[in-house]
Nanobody, 121 residues
Framework: VQLQASGGGLVQAGGSLRLSCAAS????????LAWFRQAPGKEREFVSS????????DISDSVKGRFTISRDNTKNTVYLQMNSLKPEDTAVYYC???????????????WGQGTLVTVSS
């Protein structure tokens, strides 16, 4: 499975971005999909995950109410809608796919290359 993340960029605080992560090589319709982020000098942090069915997504408290994860299995793609962005959301955002949904990076077998999100104050 190859994952390609896109949609990052520079945005002002309070703005919005939508990240996409397209899978190729194999369908991920039966995989859990997730987003993690890593800010400079910090460890990779869980953002959100979604099961293969799309039900009951899990989301970090730090982004709850602002970010929404979704998936389109017909397009083999997972999305992260990010609203009300804050400077502390600045990070490289990574998508991941795994058999079992987990808030831990070790739970995922496949990773995208990351897309940079920069939020200016």
């Amino acid at each position: 499975v190859q994952l390609q993340a896109s949609g990052g960029g520079l945005v002002q605080a309070g703005g919005s971005l939508r990240l996409s992560c397209a899978a190729s090589g194999r369908t991920v319709s039966r995989y859990a999909l997730a987003w993690f982020r890593q800010a400079p000098g910090k460890e990779r942090e869980f953002v959100s995950s979604i099961s293969w069915s799309g039900r009951n997504p899990d989301i970090s408290d730090s982004v709850k109410g602002r970010f929404t994860i979704s998936r389109d299995n017909t397009k083999n793609t997972v999305y992260l809608q990010m609203n009300s962005l804050k400077p502390e959301d600045t990070a490289v955002y990574y998508c991941a796919a795994g058999i079992v949904r987990s808030p831990q990076p070790e739970g995922y077998e496949y990773w995208g290359q990351g897309t940079l999100v920069t939020v200016s104050s």
